[in-house]
């Protein structure tokens, strides 16, 4: 089945600071998906995209679909400890990327 | 919302016995549901697609007969991880969407997770 290739694998900023985590495929996806875990939970749903060159934003968090739905970003913008998590993409067979542990230092 | 509850949320087991996780959907009938495990500071590895009224189809390299799924009804989907021995201690949880609506604008929800110790 399709791999999805996510980097970094951790991320440690200051708080305000920028956050970008990246996923990568080998194959092309219908659709790419997004979702939070918050240490000791469960994966929370975000957004999904579905088309080439899609970019969709929730307050702070900018999602992008690449042009040839190879790959994507999550984007958050001035980061709050309140981000702290991990960040995982998932294809459109709903097999996880490695996922981005993000820390954040008040 | 999409309700998914999943018993029981944490398990110890001696080495050699049956453990069986139940994962429903409350408020809607969920044709499909998927079934991870989870290392500590891993990713979610995907064991098997569970569908209503046949078999669980399994990822590669996941035995069949020791992680066994039954998805009897549109709300409730168990697994069972039999002979349980202490490489099985994990993070399991389980997920399902609304059908005819795939992940859409709502995503698929997660269960809570059971978090199972054999010892």
């Known amino acids: 089945g399709q791999q999805v290739m996510q980097i970094p694998q951790y991320q440690h900023v200051q708080e305000g600071e920028d956050f970008t985590t990246y996923c990568n495929s080998s194959t092309t996806l219908s659709n790419i998906q997004w979702y939070k875990q918050r240490p000791g939970g469960h994966p929370v749903f975000l957004i999904q995209l579905v088309k080439s060159g899609e970019v969709k934003k929730q307050k702070r968090l900018t999602f992008q679909f690449g042009e040839a739905k190879k790959n994507s970003s999550l984007h958050i913008t001035a980061t709050q400890t309140t981000d702290v998590g991990t960040y995982f993409c998932v294809g459109n067979d709903m097999r996880f990327g490695a996922g981005t542990r993000l820390t954040v230092k008040p | 919302g999409a309700v998914v509850s999943q018993h029981p949320s944490w398990v110890i087991c001696k080495s050699g016995t049956s453990v069986k996780i139940e994962c429903r959907s409350l408020?809607?009938?969920?044709?499909?549901m998927f079934w991870y495990r989870q290392f500590p500071k891993q990713s979610l590895m995907l064991m098997a697609t569970?569908?209503?009224?046949?078999?669980?189809?399994?990822e590669q390299g996941v035995e069949k007969d020791k992680f066994l799924i039954n998805h009897a009804s549109l709300t409730l989907s168990t697994l069972t991880v039999t002979s349980a021995h202490p490489e099985d201690s994990s993070f399991y949880i389980c997920?399902?969407?609304?059908?005819?609506?795939?992940?859409?604008?709502?995503?698929?929800?997660f269960g809570s997770g059971t978090r199972l110790t054999v010892v």
């Open positions: 569970s569908n209503e009224g046949s078999k669980a189809t399994y």
């Open positions: 997920s399902a969407s609304r059908p005819g609506q795939g992940a859409s604008n709502y995503g698929y929800t």
């Open positions: 408020d809607f009938q969920a044709t499909t």
